[in-house]
C-alpha cells in the first residue's frame, strides 16, 4: 500500500532527478492517460527514449514540438537509435540553439554515411574531452581504413596492408582488412589466425559475422571445401548475403552436390555474370538442359566479355552433343576455338568436335580433328582418351583389319597407359562375344 501511495504523490521530475527513468516512466505513462499537459507528454518522451522504448518516445515528442522547442533533440536522437538518419538530421536541424552532444551526434551519423570530411568538422566543433580525442582518433582510422580499401581495389595488396596495419583504435576491422588482403597475396596461414583470433574473441555482431564469411572464402580458397561450409553455414544462420550464398553454392558444386548448391544459386539475382553462368552449369549437371541452355543464351546475351564466356559456349555444345544434334554441337565448339585461343577448353573443344564427327560417321574429318588436338600442350590429362579413340577411328577408316588389331596396337604404343587394364577387358569382351577363346 504504502508503494502505491508513494507513486501517486511522488512528482514524476522527482523520479527524472534521481535518474530512476523506469519508475518516472511509469509515472507519466499513467499521466498521460489523464492530462494532455504539453509537459507530461515530454517528460514521457524522455524516459521512453532513456528506456528504449524510441517507437513511444517519438510518438509522444512529436505531439509537443511547437511547445518543446528542446522536443526536436531527444527526436534526432530517437531516430539515431533506430538508424534512421535522416529523420535523425531533420529534428537536428531544427534545433533553435545550439546543443553541444547534438553536434557529437551529427558527426556520428556522418561517420556512419561515410562522410568522414563533414564529420571531421562535427567532432572538431566538440569542446576538448576524451570523447572529442577518441572520435578524431576513430576519424583518421576511418580515413585509413578507405584509403586501404580503395588500395585494395585497384589490386595494390601491399599498400593496402601498411594502411591497414596502422589503424589503431578501429581493430577489429584493421584485423578483418589484413586478414582479407592476405588472402589476396595467397598468404592463408597467416589470415587464417587472424580470423580464428577474431570468430573467438569478437563481440561486434557485424564484425563476427564478417569474419566468419572471409573465413568460409580463405577456406574455399585453400580447398579446404568442410571448413568453408561450417563458417558459410554459421554465417547464413546469422544473415544472408549474395556472397554467402554463391560461395555455398561453389562449394556444393566442387563436391558435385549440384541438387543442394541449385538450392543456394536460386537465391542469387540473374544480374550478375557469376550467378547466371552458375546457375545454368548446375542446371546442366542436373540433367536440366533446357532450363541450362535458355540461361547460358541469356548469359551470352547480357555478359559478351564475362571471363565464363568460353565455358559457356563449351556447356552449350556439350548440351547439343547430348541431345544428338551434332552440327549445332560442332557450331558452339568452333566457336570456342575461333574467338577463345587461350582458353583451357580449346583441346576439349577440338576433341568435341572429332567425337560429333565419329557419331556422324564422318571418320575422316573426326580423325583429322582428333590430330590436331593432340597438338594442344594444355590438358595432357585428356591424351590417353584421345589417343585411343585415333586409333578407333583409323579402325573405320580401314587402317587396321578388325578393332582389336587396333585395341592391341594402341596397347603396344602405349604400354604405361591408365587405360591399359579398361581396353584389355574391352578386347576380351570382343574376342568373347566372337567365341574366340
Not at 21 to 27: G, H, K, Q, T, V
Not at 60 to 78: E, H, I, Q
Not at 281 to 287: A, E, K, M, N
Request: charged share 30%; glycine share 6%; proline share 2%.
Amino acid at each position: 500500500m504504502s508503494s502505491i501511495i508513494l507513486f501517486l504523490f511522488l512528482q514524476g521530475y522527482d523520479y527524472l532527478n534521481q535518474r530512476d527513468f523506469s519508475e518516472a516512466l511509469r509515472y507519466y505513462e499513467w499521466k498521460t492517460k489523464v492530462s494532455s499537459q504539453p509537459d507530461v507528454h515530454y517528460n514521457y518522451g524522455i524516459c521512453a527514449l532513456a528506456e528504449g522504448r524510441f517507437e513511444e518516445a517519438i510518438s509522444s515528442l512529436r505531439r509537443v514540438l511547437d511547445t518543446k522547442p528542446n522536443a526536436s533533440y531527444y527526436l534526432g536522437v530517437a531516430y539515431y537509435r533506430l538508424s534512421k538518419y535522416d529523420s535523425a538530421l531533420y529534428y537536428f536541424s531544427r534545433l533553435k540553439r545550439d546543443i553541444k552532444s547534438a553536434r557529437y551526434y551529427l558527426g556520428l551519423i556522418k561517420l556512419k554515411q561515410g562522410r568522414i570530411e563533414q564529420a571531421k568538422r562535427c567532432i572538431d566543433s566538440l569542446p576538448d574531452s576524451d570523447i572529442r580525442t577518441c572520435l578524431s582518433g576513430c576519424i583518421e582510422d576511418l580515413d585509413r581504413l578507405q584509403s586501404a580499401r580503395e588500395r585494395f581495389i585497384k589490386g595494390d595488396y601491399k599498400g593496402a596492408i601498411e594502411l591497414y596495419r596502422k589503424v589503431s583504435r578501429l581493430s577489429g576491422y584493421r584485423q578483418l582488412g589484413c586478414a582479407r588482403t592476405l588472402i589476396e597475396l595467397h598468404q592463408y596461414k597467416k589470415a587464417k589466425n587472424i580470423l580464428d583470433s577474431l570468430i573467438t574473441t569478437i563481440s561486434d555482431s557485424s564484425l563476427y559475422s564478417l569474419a566468419l564469411l572471409e573465413a568460409g572464402r580463405l577456406s574455399y580458397r585453400a580447398r579446404n571445401l568442410r571448413r568453408a561450409k561450417k563458417y558459410l553455414k554459421e554465417y547464413l544462420t546469422i544473415r544472408t548475403s549474395n556472397t554467402a550464398n554463391f560461395l555455398m553454392g561453389k562449394v556444393l558444386s566442387d563436391e558435385g552436390r549440384y541438387r543442394e548448391a541449385a538450392r543456394y544459386f536460386r537465391r542469387l539475382p540473374d544480374s550478375v555474370d557469376a550467378f547466371l553462368f552458375y546457375k545454368g552449369r548446375t542446371d546442366y549437371f542436373l540433367g536440366f538442359w533446357g532450363r541450362a541452355e535458355e540461361q547460358l543464351m541469356r548469359h551470352r546475351e547480357i555478359f559478351p566479355n564475362s571471363k565464363y564466356a568460353d565455358r559457356a559456349v563449351y556447356i552449350l555444345a556439350s548440351i547439343n552433343f547430348k541431345r544428338k544434334e551434332y552440327e549445332s554441337a560442332i557450331d558452339f565448339w568452333e566457336e570456342l576455338v575461333r574467338n577463345f585461343p587461350g582458353s583451357n577448353y580449346i583441346k576439349a573443344a577440338k576433341i568435341g568436335i572429332g567425337n560429333a564427327y565419329y557419331n556422324m560417321k564422318k571418320y575422316r574429318k573426326a580423325l583429322s580433328t582428333y590430330l590436331e588436338a593432340r597438338k594442344e600442350k594444355k590438358s595432357l590429362e585428356q591424351d590417353p582418351q584421345l589417343n585411343l579413340k585415333i586409333y578407333e577411328t583409323r579402325y573405320r577408316l580401314g587402317y587396321y583389319r578388325s578393332l582389336v588389331e587396333a585395341l592391341r596396337r594402341y596397347l603396344r604404343d602405349y604400354p604405361d597407359s591408365p587405360l591399359g587394364p579398361r581396353v584389355r577387358l574391352r578386347i576380351a569382351q570382343i574376342l568373347f562375344n566372337q567365341k574366340s577363346y
